[in-house]
């Protein structure tokens, strides 16, 4: 199982908890792309949101700026939302990183999103949420598939593309594009009818309830007659690994209490309750938090429900301190992989 980390590039906050700026926020999600792939994590996913609080809104220029630097780690948005940006400029965005990085470590993940700021920040609107998304990853799909990178495409929510050279072309041909989806069925039926490969966002819950969900991908998946190494499952959780469960749980919690006041200001959440994050904090629940252990159980026990190939986590939320998020991402690579590896194989 490859396992990596995903970031919304979250801007950090002060001694005083007040929130800092986002260039340093920047430069810390650049350093901890850098610092994953020294430590050998698999791969690292760059999140597109566009508020004060996460401001990693271009994830395919992150990612160029990361393949020159890095030599091993897949890199990836995580995801891109599609819906309301131009999928030529996403395409050609991740081709220059491909190429940048030698070629065979760049991916797509296209999603409908959640940052529904998007849609007045780009002159959208919002009831035509799922229409745009369909037309939008018709074009990326036909982008990708063209053998020889001229282009035609009739669509209804964007100009027709008239037989036009869309280049640079990537490396291998072709980039790896993933259906992102929070559990909706049908984007689970979608991703195994169009043969791609399917990320499930799981942020709330039991994640054994993704399980359904999972199976009816993949039966959407051999209907349609894709039986391919495409047809794969991964998992995007929020979490944090440190020495000692209770470290994990302490430094997890204040930045948890700052996402969710300033998404509260956003979108109308709830007055943060910190027994809510405890009872997510703990199995069964969502967050992947403790020390490697434990992590590395939680993580083998949801596979045997989704039998994912890719595990990454959000760390770094609401600000969390640089030196905790780069103590995480150590521990993920060096003591959680090699766990999860060694759980898995017991059971073959």
Request: charged share 20%; with cysteine; net charge negative.
């Amino acid at each position: 199982m490859e396992i990596g980390a995903y970031s919304f590039g979250d801007t950090p906050f002060n001694s005083n908890n007040q929130q800092t700026d986002t260039a340093t926020a920047t430069r810390n999600l650049h350093e901890a792309i850098l610092h994953a792939d020294a430590v050998g994590l698999d791969y690292f996913g760059v999140g597109e949101h566009h508020t004060m609080s996460m401001p990693a809104s271009s994830p395919g220029t992150v990612i160029a700026a990361a393949a020159a630097a890095t030599s091993q780690i897949i890199l990836g948005s995580a995801a891109s939302i599609i819906g309301t940006d131009d999928p030529v400029r996403v395409f050609q965005q991740f081709a220059i990183a491909d190429a940048i990085s030698g070629g065979g470590r760049i991916e797509i993940t296209a999603g409908r999103g959640s940052s529904v700021e998007t849609f007045p920040l780009f002159g959208h609107d919002l009831n035509d949420y799922d229409e745009l998304y369909a037309n939008k990853l018709d074009l990326l799909m036909a982008l990708n598939n063209s053998p020889d990178g001229i282009v035609t495409w009739k669509g209804g929510r964007r100009p027709d593309i008239p037989g036009l050279a869309v280049v640079p072309r990537p490396i291998s041909g072709k980039l790896p594009i993933w259906l992102a989806t929070g559990g909706n069925p049908g984007s689970s039926a979608r991703a195994g009818q169009l043969g791609l490969p399917i990320s499930y966002g799981i942020i709330g819950g039991a994640p054994q309830r993704f399980a359904p969900l999972a199976e009816l991908y993949r039966r959407s998946a051999a209907t349609a007659g894709h039986t391919g190494d495409d047809i794969k499952v991964s998992v995007a959780a929020l979490g944090l690994v440190a020495p000692t469960k209770e470290e994990a749980l302490e430094r997890m919690y204040q930045g948890w209490y700052n996402l969710n006041v300033e998404m509260g200001r956003l979108r109308g959440w709830p007055e943060p309750d910190r027994d809510a994050y405890l009872v997510q904090a703990e199995a069964p629940g969502a967050y992947c938090v403790g020390d490697p252990d434990e992590v590395a159980e939680r993580i083998v026990h949801l596979h045997g429900f989704m039998g994912h190939t890719r595990h990454f986590l959000q760390m770094d939320i609401g600000g969390l301190p640089q030196e905790h998020f780069l103590e995480s991402l150590t521990l993920l690579a060096t003591e959680v992989k090699p766990r999860v590896e060694r759980l898995l194989a017991r059971q073959r």
